[in-house]
């Protein structure tokens, strides 16, 4: 039986899948309902993924991870999903912090403020499993963010973790902001954040708001990738829970999110129009 880490062999059905979910995100068209049998476990869930992945034929820059309902942590055997960021939908913040991202209109939109980590050396690609002190040694540095989680599919999250992995993760970018230089000096609740739609603060948090912190992230994703066969890479970036929550977004809404004096990282938004790339 295939583990929910292991990195599944595609078929038939997950290729159809990644098929349909890749087709609507290039011509930004909204999926009514999810396109073929609801995966039930998260190795299913992945299999679509990863044919996505091939499909799709970007660089993958980095991964958000996400945290799985704890009503569901039991059932599917695992804490978080989590899902590729490619090279195309990654944005440096801009000054003014209204970077422009796409959304898909009649899909699934939303801001995430993150904590991101960058690594700075290689994951020893044989190492399948990683402590939080090991993951806490190996070379890295952490970075404000906010994630823009989206998918054609409106019902994704209802749907739950397995069609989450199925679809990215959920992801259609990430806003990249600057280093926390004082990163590990204090304690998690001292990193706080804050979210705003349209000026209104819509959530609030810290990196203590990620169930056992944003290095917990990190960890997962260390042993989860490499039993993948897609063990991290130095560069490579973890973007490591939603630190304020999951916060709605539509077409021409201004977000951005606040570090305090860390800085921080917004966007402004505009329906997501047919890419144009060809199939592979």
């Avoid at 660089?59 to 569901?72: A, N, T």
């Avoid at 970018?173 to 000096?185: F, M």
């Amino acid at each position: 039986m295939t583990s929910p880490t292991a990195r599944p062999q595609g078929g038939a059905a997950p290729l159809a899948i990644a098929q349909a979910f890749v087709a609507a995100r290039r011509a930004a068209r909204p999926l009514p309902d999810f396109p073929g049998e609801v995966p039930t476990t998260l190795a299913q869930g992945y299999a679509i993924q990863e044919e996505a992945i091939e499909l799709w034929g970007d660089e993958i820059v980095g991964w958000k991870v996400g945290k799985i309902p704890d009503e569901l942590v039991g059932p599917l055997g695992q804490t978080r999903v989590t899902g590729p960021i490619f090279r195309e939908q990654l944005w440096a913040a801009d000054a003014d912090n209204r970077n422009p991202v796409p959304v898909f209109e009649g899909g699934f939109a939303a801001l995430e403020a993150e904590f991101v980590y960058e690594l700075l050396e290689d994951a020893p690609p044989v190492q399948l499993d990683w402590t939080l002190a090991e993951a806490e040694r190996l070379k890295g540095r952490m970075r404000i963010g906010a994630e823009m989680a989206g998918s054609p599919l409106a019902t994704i999250n209802e749907l739950g973790p397995t069609v989450v992995a199925a679809d990215f993760g959920n992801n259609n970018g990430l806003i990249l902001g600057g280093l926390l230089a004082d990163w590990g000096a204090f304690v998690d609740s001292a990193f706080a954040c804050e979210t705003y739609i349209d000026g209104a603060r819509v959530g609030q948090g810290s990196a203590a708001t990620i169930p056992g912190g944003p290095m917990e992230s990190v960890r997962f994703l260390l042993e989860h990738t490499a039993r993948r066969g897609r063990p991290l890479r130095a560069g490579q970036l973890i973007s490591t829970g939603a630190a304020t929550g999951i916060h709605d977004i539509g077409v021409g809404q201004i977000g951005r999110v606040s570090f305090g004096r860390h800085g921080a990282v917004g966007c402004r938004t505009f329906a997501a129009a047919q890419t144009g790339r060809p199939e592979r």
